[in-house]
C-alpha cells in the first residue's frame, strides 16, 4: 500500500473543516456526466436526514482526464463541506485487462480512510461511483446503522431479479457465508459504510502488494471486517441502477477478477475460515421494496453450448484440478439435453472447492484456471436459469439458500483437501 | 653374413616392439583401472540419484508439470530413470577421457579442449529447448482456453497450431546454437515455418472462415441478448 505517496498527495489537496460526524468518500474515474448529480443528491439526503450531524463529501479521483473534479465541485453549492483528494493510480492498474469498478481502488479508498481519520468521522461511507449511481436516500440507509452506532460495517443489498448477479448468487456469496459464517449477500458491492472504529482497524491491517483491482479492495474490506468479528449489517437500497460506463468485460474476465479476489483473501485467512462452522444471519435495514417485475426469459442453450465445448476441449485441464467422480459426472451432464440439464449443488460446491485449490497449489497459471471455470460457470448458469424460469423472487430466493446449504455441508471436504492436499489429489 | 644382418634387423625390431610395448602398457593399465573405477563411480552416483529422484516422487512431478512427452522417450516411462541412465552415461563418457589421457595425453588434450569449447553450446541449446517447450505449453494453453471462451470450434486446432509453431522455431534455434546442419537447417526451418504460417492462414482465412464469422456473430448477439434479457453475470 503505497502510504506515503497517497499522504503525500492528500496534504496538498485537503481542506482542514475539522471534525465531522460523516465522511462520504466517492470514487470517481472517467465519469464526469454522472458525479455533479450524485453529490448533489447525496449532501442534500445528508443534510436532511441529519440535520444534528456535520458531513463532508470527500470525492477522490484517481486523475482522468474527464474534468470529473470540476463538475463535481460545479455542484457544490457550500463547498465548505466538499473535500477533493487525489491518489495514485499506477500504469498497471489502468490497464488490467478486463477490469470492473474504479481502477487503483484500494489507493481510493486509503485516501479517504486517512482523509475521514485525520477529521475525526463517526461514520465513514465508499461509495464507487463509475459501477452504480445511488438512489436519492439510499446512502442516508447505507450510513445511518453506523451513525447510531449499532454496527461497524453496512454492505449493500441490492434488489435484483432472479437472472440477474449469478456469480454473486452462485459463487461469491455461497461461499463467503460457508467461509466466514455470515450471511452477507453482497460482500463485494462496491458500496458500503464503516465506522471509525473498523476505519481504524483497517489502516493498520498490512497489506500485500499486487492487488490491481476493485474487487480486490473490496473483497479485501469486506474479508477483513470477517475476520476481526466486526459487528455486520445489510442496507436494503433497492434497484440498482448501473452508472454509464464502457461496455462490461467478458464474463471469463469477470470471474477471473472477482473470483481471484476471494480466493487470494481464503489463503491469507485460512487459519480463520477453518475454525468457523455454518452462518449466521445479519440484520437488514432500510425500507422494503417492490418486487421488481418479471424479467425477460434467458435462453440457456448459448450457455449449455458453452459447457459442452469446455468440456470436449478442456479435459486435459479439468483432470489436474478435478476428482474423477466430478469428470464422471461432468461427463453425465454433457449428454442432457436443455430440458433436463442440471447442475447439481453439491457437484457445484465442490467444483468451486476444487478450483480454490489449484489456485492455491498453483496447479496451472492463474489466468488459465480462471478461464478454464468459466463453462463450468456458464454450465451452473445455464442450470439456474432453465430452474428458476418459473419461479417467483421467494422460490428463487430459496433456490439460493438451498445452494448455501450445499456449500456449507461441502466444507469438510475442502478443509481436508486444503490441509492435506496431496492425499486428495486428483 | 647376411644371416647376422637379417639377426640383427629382427633383434633391433622386436626390442623396438618391446619398448614401445613397455611404453604403452602402463598407460592402458592406467586406463583400464580409471575405467574400471569410473565404472563402480558411474553404477553408485545412478542409483543414488535413481533413490532420490523416486524418493522425491519425481515421475508424478514431471507428468502434473505437463511434460508427460518424456514419458514416452524414457525407459520403462519413467524419467527418473532417464535421468539416472543419463547420468550413468555422463560419469562413463568422462572416465574414458580421463583414461584416454593416460594414453595420450596430446590426444586428449586437443579433444578435451574441442568438447569444452563446444559445452556452451550444448548448454544453451538445452536451455533454449527446455524454455521453448514451456513457452509452447503456456502459448497453446492460452489459445485454447481463450478460444473455448470464445465459442471456436477448432479451439484444439489452433492450439495444437500455435504449439507446433514455438517448438518448430525452438528446434531451429537449438539446432543453430549446435551448429548442426548450417544453412540446411535454415532454410528447411523457414520453408516449414512459413508453410505451416501459411497453412494456418489459409485454413482460418478460408476454410474457417464461416466458422469465425459465426463465432463473431454468436459474441455479438450474446452480448445484445444479454443486455435485452437485462441479464449481468455481476
Aim: hydrophobic share 45%; charged share 20%; net charge neutral.
Amino acid at each position: 500500500m503505497p502510504e506515503a505517496s497517497v499522504q503525500q498527495e492528500n496534504k496538498e489537496l485537503v481542506k482542514p473543516p475539522g471534525s465531522v460526524d460523516i465522511a462520504i468518500g466517492f470514487l470517481s474515474y472517467n465519469n464526469a456526466a454522472a458525479i455533479g448529480p450524485t453529490i448533489r443528491a447525496a449532501r442534500e439526503s445528508l443534510a436532511s436526514q441529519f440535520p444534528d450531524k456535520r458531513s463532508v463529501v470527500i470525492l477522490a479521483d484517481g486523475g482522468a482526464k474527464d474534468r470529473a473534479p470540476e463538475h463535481a465541485l460545479a455542484a457544490q453549492g457550500n463547498q465548505d463541506d466538499f473535500v477533493q483528494i487525489a491518489y495514485t493510480v499506477y500504469p498497471a492498474q489502468k490497464i488490467s485487462p478486463g477490469s470492473y469498478g474504479v481502477p487503483g481502488k484500494a489507493n481510493g479508498i486509503q485516501a479517504i480512510f486517512d482523509t475521514a481519520i485525520g477529521m475525526n468521522a463517526g461514520a465513514c461511507a465508499i461509495v464507487d461511483s463509475t459501477v452504480d449511481i445511488p438512489a436519492h436516500d439510499s446512502i442516508e440507509t447505507l450510513v445511518r446503522p453506523v451513525v447510531t452506532g449499532e454496527i461497524d460495517f453496512v454492505t449493500p443489498l441490492y434488489l435484483r431479479h432472479k437472472y440477474d448477479a449469478t456469480i454473486l448468487n452462485g459463487l461469491v456469496y455461497p461461499l463467503t457465508r460457508a467461509l466466514y459464517g455470515k450471511r452477507v449477500h453482497q460482500p463485494i458491492g462496491g458500496d458500503f459504510a464503516l465506522s471509525s472504529k473498523l476505519v481504524n482497524y483497517l489502516t493498520k491491517q498490512p497489506r500485500t502488494d499486487g492487488d490491481t483491482t476493485s474487487s480486490d479492495a473490496d473483497a479485501w474490506i469486506t474479508v477483513q471486517a470477517l475476520c476481526g468479528g466486526f459487528r455486520f449489517a445489510e442496507a436494503s437500497l433497492g434497484p440498482r441502477v448501473l452508472a454509464q460506463h464502457e461496455p462490461a468485460p467478458e464474463t471469463s474476465a469477470i470471474l477471473a477478477q472477482v473470483l481471484g479476489s476471494i480466493f487470494a483473501e481464503m489463503n491469507r485467512t485460512a487459519a480463520f475460515w477453518q475454525r468457523i462452522r455454518g452462518s449466521q444471519a445479519i440484520p437488514a435495514y432500510g425500507p422494503g421494496f417492490e418486487a421488481l417485475a418479471e424479467p425477460a426469459p434467458v435462453d440457456p442453450s448459448p450457455m449449455m453450448q458453452s459447457f459442452r465445448l469446455g468440456y470436449q476441449n478442456l479435459q486435459d485441464i479439468y483432470r489436474l484440478i478435478l476428482p474423477p467422480a466430478t469428470l464422471m459426472e461432468l461427463k453425465r451432464m454433457c449428454l442432457h439435453p436443455v430440458e433436463t440439464f442440471h447442475f447439481d449443488d453439491t457437484l457445484w460446491a465442490r467444483v468451486v472447492y476444487d478450483f480454490a485449490l489449484a489456485w492455491r497449489t498453483r496447479v496451472m497459471d492463474r489466468d488459465h484456471l480462471m478461464g478454464a471455470l468459466t463453462p463450468l460457470y456458464l454450465g451452473w448458469v445455464a442450470s439456474w436459469v432453465r430452474a428458476v424460469r418459473d419461479d417467483g423472487p421467494k422460490e428463487a430466493e430459496s433456490r439460493i439458500e438451498a445452494l448455501c446449504a450445499a456449500y456449507e455441508t461441502q466444507k469438510g471436504y475442502l478443509i481436508s483437501r486444503w490441509r492435506w492436499p496431496d492425499r486428495f489429489n486428483p | 653374413m647376411m644371416r647376422d644382418q637379417v639377426n640383427e634387423v629382427l633383434r633391433q625390431t622386436m626390442a623396438r616392439i618391446a619398448t614401445a610395448t613397455e611404453d604403452f602398457l602402463p598407460g592402458l593399465l592406467a586406463f583400464l583401472m580409471i575405467l574400471v573405477l569410473t565404472i563402480i563411480v558411474a553404477f553408485i552416483l545412478r542409483a543414488f540419484i535413481r533413490r532420490s529422484l523416486q524418493r522425491i516422487e519425481f515421475d508424478h512431478h514431471i507428468e502434473r508439470w505437463g511434460f508427460s512427452a518424456l514419458n514416452d522417450w524414457s525407459p520403462a516411462r519413467s524419467p527418473t530413470r532417464l535421468m539416472a541412465q543419463t547420468s550413468f552415461l555422463g560419469i562413463l563418457l568422462i572416465g574414458v577421457l580421463i583414461g584416454v589421457s593416460a594414453l595420450d595425453s596430446r590426444l586428449t588434450s586437443q579433444l578435451i579442449v574441442e568438447l569444452f569449447d563446444y559445452l556452451p553450446h550444448v548448454v544453451a541449446a538445452v536451455v533454449i529447448l527446455i524454455v521453448g517447450s514451456v513457452v509452447s505449453r503456456f502459448l497453446a494453453r492460452s489459445v485454447l482456453i481463450g478460444a473455448v471462451n470464445m465459442q471456436i470450434q477448432s479451439a484444439r486446432l489452433l492450439s495444437i497450431g500455435v504449439k507446433w509453431l514455438v517448438i518448430v522455431l525452438t528446434v531451429a534455434m537449438a539446432l543453430n546454437h549446435l551448429r548442426i546442419g548450417g544453412t540446411v537447417v535454415l532454410i528447411s526451418f523457414a520453408i516449414m515455418f512459413g508453410g505451416i504460417v501459411l497453412a494456418l492462414a489459409l485454413a482460418v482465412g478460408l476454410g474457417s472462415k464461416d466458422m469465425i464469422r459465426q463465432s463473431w456473430a454468436r459474441q455479438s448477439d450474446r452480448m445484445e441478448r444479454e443486455a435485452e434479457e437485462q441479464f449481468h453475470h455481476l
